[in-house]
């Protein structure tokens, strides 16, 4: 006797029936759409199996709805239905629904549905844009079908085209900004980020509310788009469409997302090989996207040509020019042949809508002419001065640059113009902390640069807006910052790469000599300024002098200070904060010194902030003989590494406590609210950095900034910046915890132990930069030597961060009695660079020195191979 149950029985067939369809698309990956419809076939007699064995309400329908609307299933989709009825239900019907919708569940499939009539359809699609779109790609499986053409009549009376393409064109920007507005962020997904599945779908659920079949070749047939962008978009969604599937497969469940791990396992499905500098995952996903470019052009050109076909200009057009009109607020040609012509046009259409304000974006007809056209700019055209001028009008203009370089990037004219540009198009970065592609980050870069100028930026950055409004010609700027990275991924420093290109260029544009040598400086030194901030002692005069050096006049400072800051802050929104702005402002305000003494006269630097934070101490109350007693304890270094302000506080917190028993411990929000200051005063002892380590550590606390002092009666003072995501977004009610807490564990011993540490990370969420410091891991790099002043030792360590990577170094030191002088941490996206001045006997030593550096490796690898 057979006891299976008829949901069940089904439910065996399904899966034996889709385990065959997937075993045949994976012998022959090329035709998705079959694996799509095979599914959907599959899908569609298991449910008319499960209506025989539990019937639905009489006279009622079942349809489908969403993507198995349009007859595409993929391997782990969910399943939408609609049950329509012709009326309310009964309790009868009621009974014959629930049992209905029990045996979906035990089909094993991801099921959504609604029960609905005709009227609710009506009335909830009238107030909801997601439920109007699956209505328009409602598919009728069985039952009533009368009753599913009445909906589709009613619906289609109902619906306003204009609406709903004004409610997508909403949805679209929504979800746009969700995906930070770019197809190129390096872990997309391949449904929903812009230039995805989901700006196909919007092209064909528009198109169907505007009376079309939503079919490509409808839409070339009513004039909406070209036989080579329908061409392009097909192909595009097919690959897209594979994409997604082998996603699917890989994952064993629905998700759409490119991971990291995941990008070279999907390279090895389609037998992409390594090439030159780039790994095969790099190589796939520059193939995503420059597909996703062009879907990401085809949709927004598709939404401008909808927008003025629901929208009709009714005004003339008004001449602007022999070659440009004005439809509109839109920007047009006058005659159709114009770049046939006129190739020159090809840039003069964005400085033209850079020097009109009424116009405020390319007709469709324009941008699409411009995108067939771009294959006009090449060598001759690149020869021709007319051209260089415009280029250099473009970036010469006061409004208007970030737009114009967004739009020619995304119409393909500036890879075309400057070819090598070109090659870092879709240019992944794995350097953990930058989230962009090469070429995205340019363009942030370059927004960072524009937003300078702009008087409602200023607050934001201080200095920047002051040094640009001052400073001659900052369009060179953008000349830098589109160059400076653009010799990545070919092997090599790609900053001396970058620097031979730009003067290339420089050259070719006939700039001036001076201005010639000032962007090939900027791009050859890029990164220098950055790095003399974070990873040097700015408190000792030889750095900041070497630096001057380097840079050699005020004006190259200037604009090397601004290229830096707009670089760093176009890597991540995590790479930036308020510490690493003022490490730059300190080393730009010494520098400038410097420059203009010929030497960094660091006595007038500790005049002045002396005199700044006396001002600061006098305003609590505190006498001038008080605050001398506690000034007297401190070095020159501490008064150079540590701004007035904190100098103030500390000395309003410390002035009574001399001399202290135990720890003192004080925090407050930084300045900018940005994470939580910590200061430790205690009688110094080997362990201490350890034990402060070892709390921030077990209270899932990152330390991004620490400042290491010890006084002269041998008391630590040391300060921390500190950031968590277990901290709650009141930041003042996490003070007083971590006072207390920090407080109790440094008066407690540490275990006397001189065993190395084993921490575990797997209390932390596995986020992007954990997926991709497994897939693409950063050798760690430690370098030891003496400091500038050859008293102590120097180390230097990059790696990958870890939670508790300074605990796991502050043991290494005490096992190997070193004495922790100063530390500068510093937290790069992903990425920690970490500068500790040492001294201890073990560092005097060849060999127990190079037993010390083999410990800090094997410390760092037992934390980040853990993850």
């Given at each position: 006797?057979?006891?299976?149950?008829?949901?069940?029985?089904?439910?065996?067939?399904?899966?034996?029936?889709?385990?065959?369809?997937?075993?045949?698309?994976?012998?022959?990956?090329?035709?998705?759409?079959?694996?799509?419809?095979?599914l959907?076939?599959?899908?569609?007699?298991?449910?008319?199996?499960?209506?025989?064995?539990?019937?639905?309400?009489?006279?009622?329908?079942?349809?489908?709805?969403?993507?198995?609307?349009?007859?595409?299933?993929?391997?782990?989709?969910?399943?939408?239905?609609?049950?329509?009825?012709?009326?309310?239900?009964?309790?009868?019907?009621?009974?014959?629904?629930?049992?209905?919708?029990?045996?979906?569940?035990?089909?094993?499939?991801?099921?959504g549905?609604?029960?609905?009539?005709?009227?609710?359809?009506?009335?909830?699609?009238?107030?909801?844009?997601?439920?109007?779109?699956?209505?328009?790609?409602?598919?009728?499986?069985?039952?009533?079908?009368?009753?599913v053409?009445?909906?589709?009549?009613?619906?289609?009376?109902?619906?306003?085209?204009?609406?709903?393409?004004?409610?997508?064109?909403?949805e679209?920007?929504?979800?746009?900004?969700?995906?930070?507005?770019?197809?190129?962020?390096?872990?997309?997904?391949?449904?929903?980020?812009?230039?995805?599945?989901?700006?196909?779908?919007?092209?064909?659920?528009?198109?169907?509310?505007?009376?079309?079949?939503?079919?490509?070749?409808?839409?070339?047939?009513?004039?909406?788009?070209?036989?080579?962008?329908?061409?392009?978009?097909?192909?595009?969604?097919?690959?897209?469409?594979?994409?997604?599937?082998?996603?699917?497969?890989?994952?064993?469940?629905?998700?759409?997302?490119?991971?990291?791990?995941?990008?070279?396992?999907?390279?090895?499905?389609?037998?992409?090989?390594?090439?030159?500098?780039?790994?095969?995952?790099?190589?796939?996903?520059?193939?995503?996207?420059?597909?996703?470019?062009?879907?990401?052009?085809?949709?927004?050109?598709?939404?401008?040509?909808?927008?003025?076909?629901?929208?009709?200009?009714?005004?003339?057009?008004?001449?602007?020019?022999?070659?440009?009109?004005?439809?509109?607020?839109q920007?047009?040609l006058?005659?159709?042949?114009?770049?046939?012509?006129?190739?020159?046009?090809?840039?003069?259409?964005?400085?033209?809508?850079?020097?009109?304000?009424?116009?405020?974006?390319?007709?469709?007809?324009?941008?699409?002419?411009?995108?067939?056209?771009?294959?006009?700019?090449?060598?001759?055209?690149?020869?021709?001065?007319?051209?260089?001028?415009?280029?250099?009008?473009?970036?010469?203009?006061?409004?208007?640059?970030?737009?114009?370089?967004?739009?020619?990037?995304?119409?393909?004219?500036?890879?075309?113009?400057?070819?090598?540009?070109?090659?870092?198009?879709?240019?992944?970065q794995?350097?953990?902390?930058?989230?962009?592609?090469?070429?995205?980050?340019?363009?942030?870069v370059?927004?960072?640069?524009?937003?300078?100028?702009?008087?409602?930026?200023?607050?934001?950055?201080?200095?920047?807006s002051?040094?640009?409004?001052d400073?001659?010609?900052?369009?060179?700027?953008?000349?830098?910052?589109?160059f400076?990275?653009?010799?990545?991924g070919?092997?090599?420093?790609?900053?001396?790469?970058g620097?031979?290109?730009?003067r290339?260029?420089?050259?070719?544009?006939?700039?001036?000599?001076?201005?010639?040598?000032?962007?090939?400086?900027?791009?050859?030194?890029?990164?220098?300024?950055?790095?003399?901030?974070?990873?040097?002692?700015?408190?000792?005069?030889?750095?900041?002098?070497?630096?001057?050096?380097?840079?050699?006049?005020?004006?190259?400072?200037?604009?090397l200070?601004?290229?830096?800051?707009?670089?760093?802050?176009?890597?991540?929104?995590?790479?930036?904060?308020?510490?690493?702005?003022?490490?730059?402002?300190?080393?730009?305000?010494?520098?400038?010194?410097?420059?203009?003494?010929?030497?960094?006269?660091?006595?007038?630097?500790?005049?002045?902030?002396?005199?700044d934070?006396?001002?600061?101490?006098?305003?609590?109350?505190?006498?001038?003989?008080?605050?001398?007693?506690?000034?007297?304890?401190?070095?020159?270094?501490?008064?150079?590494?540590?701004?007035?302000?904190?100098?103030?506080?500390?000395?309003?917190?410390?002035?009574?406590?001399?001399?202290?028993?135990?720890?003192?411990?004080?925090?407050?929000?930084?300045?900018?609210?940005?994470?939580?200051?910590?200061?430790?005063?205690?009688?110094?002892?080997?362990?201490?950095?350890?034990?402060?380590?070892?709390?921030?550590?077990?209270?899932?606390?990152?330390?991004?900034?620490?400042?290491?002092?010890?006084?002269?009666?041998?008391?630590?003072?040391?300060?921390?910046?500190?950031?968590?995501?277990?901290?709650?977004?009141?930041?003042?009610?996490?003070?007083?915890?971590?006072?207390?807490?920090?407080?109790?564990?440094?008066?407690?011993?540490?275990?006397?132990?001189?065993?190395?540490?084993?921490?575990?990370?797997?209390?932390?969420?596995?986020?992007?930069?954990?997926?991709?410091s497994?897939?693409?891991?950063?050798?760690?790099?430690?370098?030891?030597?003496?400091?500038?002043?050859?008293?102590?030792?120097?180390?230097s360590?990059?790696?990958?961060?870890?939670?508790?990577?300074?605990?796991?170094?502050?043991?290494?030191?005490?096992?190997?009695?070193?004495?922790?002088?100063?530390?500068?941490?510093?937290?790069?996206?992903?990425?920690?660079?970490?500068?500790?001045?040492?001294?201890?006997?073990?560092?005097d030593?060849?060999?127990?020195?190079?037993?010390?550096?083999?410990?800090?490796?094997?410390?760092?690898?037992?934390?980040?191979?853990?993850?």
């Amino acid at each position: 006797m057979n006891t299976v149950s008829p949901a069940i029985a089904i439910r065996n067939r399904l899966q034996e029936q889709k385990t065959q369809v997937l075993d045949t698309y994976r012998q022959d990956r090329s035709r998705p759409d079959s694996l799509l419809v095979a599914l959907r076939k599959c899908t569609d007699q298991a449910m008319k199996e499960l209506v025989a064995s539990f019937p639905l309400p009489a006279g009622a329908s079942l349809c489908a709805i969403g993507g198995y609307g349009r007859g595409e299933l993929y391997p782990y989709s969910d399943v939408d239905l609609l049950i329509l009825l012709q009326q309310p239900p009964k309790d009868s019907d009621k009974a014959l629904l629930e049992q209905f919708v029990s045996a979906l569940w035990d089909l094993g499939l991801d099921i959504g549905h609604s029960v609905r009539t005709i009227d609710e359809c009506l009335s909830e699609s009238a107030a909801d844009i997601t439920i109007e779109t699956a209505l328009l790609e409602l598919r009728f499986i069985l039952g009533n079908r009368k009753l599913v053409t009445t909906l589709e009549a009613r619906f289609r009376e109902q619906l306003n085209p204009q609406d709903f393409f004004l409610a997508k064109q909403l949805e679209l920007q929504q979800r746009y900004a969700r995906y930070n507005e770019t197809p190129y962020s390096l872990e997309p997904n391949c449904k929903e980020s812009p230039g995805g599945l989901r700006d196909l779908q919007m092209i064909r659920w528009v198109s169907l509310a505007a009376g079309l079949s939503g079919s490509w070749r409808d839409l070339v047939a009513h004039d909406m788009m070209t036989p080579d962008e329908a061409a392009k978009c097909a192909k595009a969604e097919q690959a897209f469409k594979r994409l997604r599937i082998d996603l699917h497969l890989l994952a064993g469940k629905r998700d759409d997302r490119l991971m990291f791990h995941t990008q070279p396992q999907l390279a090895d499905v389609y037998r992409i090989k390594a090439k030159d500098t780039r790994r095969p995952g790099e190589i796939l996903m520059q193939r995503y996207y420059w597909a996703a470019r062009i879907v990401y052009l085809m949709n927004h050109i598709m939404m401008q040509s909808f927008r003025e076909h629901f929208f009709p200009v009714k005004d003339c057009s008004v001449l602007i020019d022999e070659d440009f009109c004005r439809v509109g607020q839109q920007l047009d040609l006058v005659a159709d042949d114009a770049f046939e012509r006129k190739p020159q046009l090809l840039l003069k259409a964005f400085l033209v809508l850079q020097q009109h304000p009424e116009v405020n974006d390319m007709s469709a007809k324009l941008q699409r002419q411009i995108w067939r056209s771009r294959h006009r700019i090449d060598a001759q055209f690149r020869r021709n001065p007319v051209n260089k001028w415009l280029f250099l009008q473009i970036l010469q203009q006061p409004t208007g640059i970030v737009h114009s370089f967004r739009r020619m990037t995304m119409l393909s004219i500036l890879p075309q113009y400057i070819p090598v540009f070109r090659k870092i198009v879709g240019q992944m970065q794995h350097d953990l902390f930058h989230v962009y592609t090469v070429d995205q980050h340019t363009l942030m870069v370059i927004r960072n640069i524009r937003r300078f100028t702009m008087p409602e930026h200023a607050q934001e950055y201080p200095l920047a807006s002051r040094l640009i409004a001052d400073m001659d010609q900052h369009w060179l700027l953008y000349v830098a910052a589109l160059f400076h990275d653009i010799a990545k991924g070919r092997g090599g420093n790609h900053s001396t790469l970058g620097a031979l290109e730009v003067r290339k260029f420089a050259r070719d544009h006939n700039l001036d000599p001076d201005d010639r040598a000032l962007v090939e400086f900027l791009v050859e030194q890029h990164l220098t300024m950055s790095s003399f901030a974070q990873k040097r002692d700015l408190s000792e005069p030889s750095v900041i002098q070497e630096f001057a050096d380097i840079v050699g006049t005020e004006r190259r400072l200037t604009a090397l200070y601004l290229l830096t800051v707009a670089d760093i802050r176009g890597t991540s929104p995590k790479v930036w904060n308020a510490w690493k702005g003022k490490l730059l402002e300190d080393l730009y305000h010494y520098t400038l010194t410097a420059l203009g003494s010929n030497v960094f006269d660091r006595q007038s630097i500790l005049t002045q902030r002396k005199n700044d934070a006396i001002a600061l101490v006098r305003f609590s109350g505190i006498s001038d003989e008080d605050r001398d007693q506690f000034w007297n304890t401190l070095d020159v270094a501490y008064f150079l590494r540590h701004e007035a302000r904190d100098i103030a506080w500390h000395t309003r917190l410390l002035y009574r406590m001399l001399p202290q028993v135990g720890a003192e411990v004080r925090a407050r929000p930084t300045e900018n609210n940005e994470g939580i200051q910590v200061m430790v005063y205690t009688p110094d002892r080997p362990d201490l950095f350890e034990q402060i380590c070892s709390y921030f550590y077990e209270q899932r606390i990152d330390i991004l900034d620490a400042r290491i002092h010890t006084t002269r009666q041998g008391y630590a003072l040391d300060s921390f910046v500190v950031d968590s995501a277990a901290i709650d977004a009141d930041i003042r009610s996490n003070v007083p915890l971590i006072e207390h807490g920090l407080r109790n564990r440094l008066n407690e011993p540490l275990p006397a132990q001189n065993e190395p540490l084993t921490l575990k990370s797997n209390r932390y969420v596995v986020g992007a930069n954990v997926r991709r410091s497994r897939t693409f891991p950063l050798v760690p790099l430690i370098e030891l030597s003496p400091d500038e002043n050859s008293q102590y030792w120097r180390l230097s360590i990059t790696a990958m961060d870890s939670p508790g990577i300074l605990y796991a170094l502050a043991n290494t030191f005490k096992r190997h009695q070193i004495n922790l002088q100063m530390a500068k941490v510093m937290t790069l996206g992903d990425r920690v660079e970490d500068i500790f001045i040492l001294g201890g006997n073990a560092l005097d030593n060849p060999r127990t020195q190079m037993q010390f550096k083999r410990d800090l490796l094997t410390a760092i690898n037992n934390l980040t191979t853990q993850k």
